[in-house]
């Protein structure tokens, strides 16, 4: 919008002189109206993408302190995933008829260790009795361990007189053994 000359304002009509001025200012306020939605939306954007940022990368920290407490929580069972692993293996090798090897406890009563030495005794042909009788006192999963794993590598009828005993049952249903 310009400023009102001194010669328009006298010399011109000036009813035309104010709507002309008036169109110019609506023009300019239109303008302006525009540019300030588009900022306004372009500002919405960045907040929304700000706060979606903001978001995940709180989600990101939480799930690292998370995982960092798990991970202290774990490094409790450290010994005892070695002690599997090595189980694993030791299954493995009996599986493919290779000798195998005894696996350590690491002075854990896990009882994992107990139950794979004891198959890997009865599946050399040297059953170690002291094993086996712990194993026996052992929690219920290292006696179904020893059947299932026997049963699994050919040596199931040896064990076979020890799964009734396995598999309870109350009202005709098997229990969560």
């Known amino acids: 919008m310009g400023e009102i000359s001194g010669f328009d304002w006298w010399f011109r009509d000036r009813d035309y002189v104010l709507r002309e001025n008036l169109e110019s200012l609506e023009a300019s306020s239109a303008a302006a109206a525009s540019r300030s939605a588009r900022l306004s939306s372009q500002l919405s954007q960045l907040q929304g993408s700000l706060e979606h940022r903001l978001n995940a990368l709180s989600s990101a920290f939480d799930a690292y302190v998370q995982l960092g407490d798990v991970r202290e929580q774990l490094a409790a ?28 406890d690491r002075g854990t009563d896990y009882w994992v260790a107990a139950a794979t030495n004891a198959m890997i005794a009865r599946i050399s042909g040297a059953p170690d009795a002291a094993g086996a009788a712990a194993v026996s006192g052992a929690e219920p999963e290292a006696r179904l361990f020893l059947v299932a794993a026997a049963g699994a590598l050919g040596h199931g009828a040896e064990v076979a007189h020890a799964l009734p005993a396995l598999l309870h049952s109350e009202d005709g249903r098997l229990d969560d053994h």
């Open 77 to 104: 069972f450290s010994e005892a995933a070695t002690i599997r692993r090595e189980a694993l293996v030791a299954i493995g090798d009996l599986g493919d008829g290779r000798p195998a090897t005894p696996v350590d």
